[in-house]
């Protein structure tokens, strides 16, 4: 097909769906370890977070053009979104993102993700009052109390501005999340 702009129509190619060969390989970037080429024991290589990151965003693209694809795909992106799994807070921030969009594009559809939404105000603090990993002090001083900051300002600056769209209403748990945030240990964050 001929999907050059013109004058007429400036956005030629626009709702040329992809191809399900695309889409196929997206996915495969999409888990946490990947199959190595050509190998005949089934051998895996961790993907890269960054690879990921761009993984979920290429997938949430194709998801704002196909009301199916994004109905199917919606519980993978969830899922990163879950406090209990170990995502990077850059894939955790993309998917969030990706999530948004759709909210506003397919809103009825993602409503009962924003639970998983309104989590990524407290990101990382799971890992912070976990008996089993480092103790409060030594993460003050790593870098894991700063790490999923830019997750919890995006789960902000997105969840606000989506309530003032009219995207979602305070409800629930929704709104003692906001009201966590405010005491946040990130001074960013609370303000």
Not at 14 to 22: D, H, M, N, T, V
Not at 67 to 79: G, Q, S, V
Not at 137 to 153: D, N, Q
Request: with cysteine.
């Amino acid at each position: 097909k001929d999907i050059t702009p013109t004058d007429k129509e400036p956005v030629r190619g626009l709702l040329i769906q992809p191809s399900k060969r695309l889409l196929h390989l997206v996915k495969l970037t999409l888990p946490y370890s990947m199959p190595l080429p050509n190998s005949s024991d089934n051998a895996l290589t961790p993907t890269p977070s960054s690879v990921r990151a761009h993984a979920f965003v290429a997938l949430g693209k194709f998801c704002l053009r196909n009301e199916a694809l994004a109905k199917e795909n919606l519980n993978i992106l969830a899922r990163e979104l879950d406090q209990d799994s170990n995502t990077d807070p850059s894939v955790m921030s993309n998917c969030l993102m990706v999530m948004g969009d759709l909210c506003v594009r397919y809103t009825n559809l993602v409503d009962k993700y924003l639970v998983f939404m309104a989590g990524c105000l407290q990101a990382g603090e799971k890992k912070l009052n976990d008996g089993n990993s480092r103790s409060r002090l030594s993460i003050t001083f790593g870098r894991s109390m700063g790490e999923y900051s830019m997750v919890k300002k995006n789960a902000i600056l997105l969840l606000s501005s989506l309530l003032l769209q009219d995207y979602v209403k305070w409800r629930g748990l929704f709104v003692h999340r906001f009201l966590a945030a405010v005491a946040d240990d990130d001074e960013e964050v609370s303000c």
